[in-house]
C-alpha cells in the first residue's frame, strides 16, 4: 500500500512537471448556448473563466484565468446569432514553470432554436467560426511562441428550462487548424517535439462536449459552463495545450415579445 502511494504521488508530480514547463499552443473555451424561446430575446454572460484547472486541480498553478463575454440575439423565432470573446493568460511561478503566456479568441456564428411545445425542452443548432492568438514568453525572456488559430465549428445542444433554472448540454465539433507565428526554442528536444507536432497536429477534428447550468431568477441566472476538449498536441514528456475549461459567472436575460403579443398593444 505505501508503495503504491508512493507511486500515485509520484505520477501527479511528473504530470505536474511536464505540463508546467511548456508553452501552450491550444486552450479550451466555452460554449454559446442561449437556449431561446422567441423573437426579440437578448442573452448577455460575462464569465470568471479557467483553462486547464477544471478538473485536474493539482494543476491549478499551471491554469490560465481571465473573462469571458457571451452574447446572442434571437433574430427570429426560430434563427439567432451568437458572439463570444475570450482573453485568458497564466503569469505562472518562475520557481517552478519555465513559460507564461496568455491569448484572446473571438467567434461569430448563429443558427437554430426551438422549444418543445410545453416549452421545458430547449434545442439548438448552431454554427460558425472562432479565431485566436496565444503568445508565450520563457522567464528567461530570450525564449517565444506565437501561434494563431482558426476554428470553424458546429454546435447542437438540448437542455432542460424552467423559470429558475436551467441544465444543458453541448457536444460542439470543431476544426482547429493552427499556425505558427513565430518560435524561438533553446532546448533542442523540446523544439523538435513542437516541430514534429506541427507537421502531425496542426489541423484536427475535434469533439468539445460541454455542460451549462442556470439557477437563479428569470432574468438573471448565475452560469456555470464546463466543457473538455479532445484536442492532441502532445509527445510522451510535453504537453503544449490546455483541455478543460470552467467557468463561474452571470446570464442575462432581456424576453422577447412574439407577433401575436405585439398585436395586442
Known sequence: M?????????????SFAINSCSPIVYSN?????????????VSINPSYASSNAALNLYQSDDASRGFGFQGGYALSDKVAIISSFYSMGGEGDPEIQDWKGNGTYVEFGGG?????????????????????????????????LNVSITKPF?????GFISKYFECSFIPRIAYVSIEDRGMR????????????QFEKNNKQV?????LQFRFGFENVKMQ?????????????????HHDSYGSIGLNFRIKGQNENELSNY
Open 2 to 14: 505505501k508503495n503504491r502511494i508512493q507511486n500515485i504521488c509520484f505520477a501527479v508530480f511528473i
Open 29 to 41: 473555451v466555452g460554449h454559446n448556448a442561449p437556449m431561446f424561446e422567441k423573437k426579440g430575446e
Open 112 to 144: 437554430i432554436y426551438g422549444r418543445s411545445q410545453n416549452k421545458k425542452i430547449g434545442y439548438e443548432v448552431l454554427g460558425g467560426i472562432g479565431f485566436s492568438g496565444i503568445k508565450n514568453k520563457n522567464f528567461n525572456g530570450l525564449e517565444y
Open 154 to 158: 458546429i454546435q447542437p445542444s438540448i
Open 185 to 196: 526554442i533553446n532546448d533542442s528536444n523540446r523544439l523538435s517535439d513542437l516541430r514534429r
Open 206 to 210: 475535434v469533439f468539445e462536449p460541454g
Open 224 to 240: 456555470l459552463q464546463w466543457s473538455f476538449s479532445n484536442f492532441n498536441f502532445s509527445s510522451d514528456e510535453v504537453n503544449f
